[in-house]
């Protein structure tokens, strides 16, 4: 098992920037690879970003390449997503997700609380 906690995520205005954390617990976080989702209402949840269970690999949904940046820090069992020039579609419910298998797999077994971002134009 392994329990996900998140924080960070508000409100902000367009452009600025936003860092959201995410906390491990319970099973080993180096054996795990981490996920970022998004959701907005009314809408699937969809991916953002996820990183390998060392940190070395990394992937991005193309509309928040070049502005998102994934990291983890295994020391601390913590993943971290840094979210630069936000824009209003930007807004949603932000989930941390972690799996056993890779971070290129479509099954993640846990998932983090949710963290509202909310970016105003």
């Known amino acids: 098992q392994v329990q996900l906690v998140q924080s960070g995520g508000g409100l902000v205005q367009a452009g600025a920037s936003l860092r959201l954390s995410c906390a491990a617990s319970g099973r080993t976080f180096s054996s795990c690879a981490m996920g970022w989702f998004r959701q907005v209402p009314g809408k699937e949840r969809e991916f953002v970003a996820s990183i390998s269970r060392g940190g070395a690999s990394t992937d991005y949904a193309d509309s928040v390449k070049g502005r998102f940046t994934i990291s983890r820090d295994n020391a601390k069992n913590t993943v971290y997503l840094q979210m630069n020039s936000l824009k209003p579609e930007d807004t949603a419910v932000y989930y941390c997700?972690?799996?056993?298998?890779?971070?290129?797999?479509?099954?993640?077994?846990?998932w983090g609380q949710g963290t509202q971002v909310t970016v105003s134009s």
């Open positions: 997700a972690a799996n056993t298998i890779s971070y290129k797999s479509r099954s993640w077994d846990y």
